[in-house]
């Protein structure tokens, strides 16, 4: 893990990719760096096409989950599925994904403002054989910028989803 630019005032952002994400992480963590974000890299720090995406996100998701209130995570793989469900397996772990609306970007805003508002996500998914590069910036500016509203019924659904996580994981054991 490379950290890569460090600011005291704005969350941590810990970014992960496979190789079907690679280049679009590439060219995020200056994008991020020059907003002044602290950004931990999480690999792939080469392009592989035979390489796996939980070896990526998890790293991510573990950080996020041990810190959710001070961390963000940028996830990238081929459709952002697979990269999203890995990472909500943590707990305190709220991924969305994101994977473009048919370029209607005022939908798309709504839709990434609607996942920080009213669920609290503190990791978005990218779907870079989905989306630009452009796109993916803008959809990443409006979730950094965007806050949980702390509306008390929001709020109270984030707490029956962690309730549900714990549950399940302590009937496994």
């Not at 993916?136 to 709020?155: D, G």
Request: aromatic fraction near 10%; hydrophobic fraction near 40%; proline fraction near 3%.
């Amino acid at each position: 893990m490379k950290n890569i630019g460090i600011k005291d005032h704005k969350p941590q952002i810990y970014i992960g990719s496979d190789h079907a994400g690679f280049v679009m992480k590439e060219h995020i963590i200056p994008f991020l760096k020059k907003k002044g974000y602290a950004v931990f890299d999480c690999g792939a720090f080469k392009y592989d096409d035979s390489d796996d995406y939980p070896d990526f996100i998890a790293p991510v998701a573990k950080a996020v989950s041990l810190n959710p209130e001070n961390i963000r995570g940028i996830i990238f793989g081929g459709s952002g599925q697979g990269e999203a469900i890995t990472a909500n397996r943590f707990p305190n772990v709220r991924a969305v994904v994101f994977y473009g609306t048919a370029g209607v970007w005022k939908s798309e805003k709504a839709m990434i403002q609607l996942g920080r508002r009213h669920n609290d996500s503190n990791v978005i998914s990218l779907g870079a054989r989905m989306i630009n590069l452009s796109e993916a910036k803008f959809a990443i500016e409006v979730w950094l910028e965007t806050n949980f509203s702390n509306a008390e019924r929001h709020i109270r659904r984030i707490k029956k989803l962690e309730k549900v996580s714990k549950e399940a994981i302590c009937q496994h054991f």
